[in-house]
């Protein structure tokens, strides 16, 4: 998945320091990010490649191993050119990019700062806010209020009957592969019951023996995303949500399309089970 960069190391620690010239420096507009390619690499600005003068309007994001990365403020990320060499590319790079490190600071950083991006004003009482030094915050210069980057916790399901999977088409979106069943928990809920009524709710099944795979942070969609298998429980007829879903059928497991990607916990899950596990 897209997050597993092992044997490399991703410190989430927030520390206040100084970019050095191999530092990496990402720069969004939108849904668009600063990058070229070089053969079959994927290269963002290097902190080297800016005049002195970005220095001050740089903020600390991450670092993976030894490599520091780092982004424009909010507020300057539409002042700062871009290095020679380099161009705007649309965020599904995101989903390409090599190394798979790369990859992943990529995704993360653009969560950032669409996070940084939404909280340049106070949420309480309006007034502008400011970048904390010792923690990774947005604090609002009149009121005090502290804000931390919000992320969604969100359930993968993969449901089991004998040798078929519950599989889904999502409606009105470019992804328009076989899927599994997900949503967002909501307030006062557990993963477990999560599962249970957003299978209900798409699909009009319920399931039974829910245990959990794995999770996977989702930058994409600033989700925290959990994975369940879990079984059918009575009645197989499918009623599905045409609001959110397309198409949804049990699928034998010779018919499950091998996956196309390897960065995604819902085609990893959807390839345990076509190989013959359920996530034991």
């Given at each position: 998945?897209?997050h ?16 050095g010239?191999?530092?990496t420096v ?27 003068s970005?220095?001050a ?18 507020r300057?990320?539409g ?5 020679e ?58 009121c ?7 992320i ?12 078929s ?15 599994l ?6 307030i ?15 699909t009009g ?6 245990k ?54 819902t085609?990893?899950m ?11």
């Amino acid at each position: 998945m897209i997050h597993e960069i092992f044997p490399k190391e991703y410190h989430v620690e927030y520390t206040n320091c100084e970019p050095g010239p191999g530092d990496t420096v990402f720069m969004f507009n939108g849904d668009r990010v600063c990058c070229r390619q070089e053969e079959q690499d994927t290269v963002f600005p290097k902190f080297g490649e800016f005049p002195d003068s970005i220095k001050a309007s740089l903020v600390y994001l991450f670092s993976i191993d030894d490599e520091c990365f780092f982004m424009p403020s909010a507020r300057d990320a539409g002042l700062i050119e871009p290095p020679e060499g380099y161009e705007w590319q649309e965020q599904n790079i995101f989903r390409i990019a090599k190394p798979r490190h790369v990859a992943f600071a990529a995704v993360t950083a653009q969560e950032l700062y669409l996070w940084y991006d939404s909280r340049k004003y106070c949420g309480r009482c309006g007034a502008e806010t400011r970048h904390s030094e010792t923690e990774r915050a947005c604090i609002c210069a009149e009121c005090g209020l502290t804000e931390y980057p919000k992320i969604s916790p969100v359930v993968i399901v993969a449901v089991m009957n004998g040798d078929s999977l519950l599989v889904t088409r999502y409606r009105g979106r470019p992804y328009n592969r076989y899927a599994l069943v997900a949503g967002f928990a909501e307030i006062g809920e557990s993963l477990e019951d999560t599962v249970r009524r957003e299978v209900h709710e798409e699909t009009g099944v319920r399931v039974k023996n829910i245990k959990y795979y794995k999770s996977q942070p989702w930058g994409f969609t600033s989700t925290l995303l959990s994975g369940f298998f879990c079984e059918l429980d009575g009645d197989p007829a499918i009623k599905i949500d045409e609001s959110e879903l397309s198409e949804a059928v049990w699928l034998p497991r010779g018919d499950i399309p091998p996956a196309d990607s390897d960065i995604a916990l819902t085609a990893e899950m959807m390839e345990v089970f076509r190989t013959g596990g359920a996530g034991d």
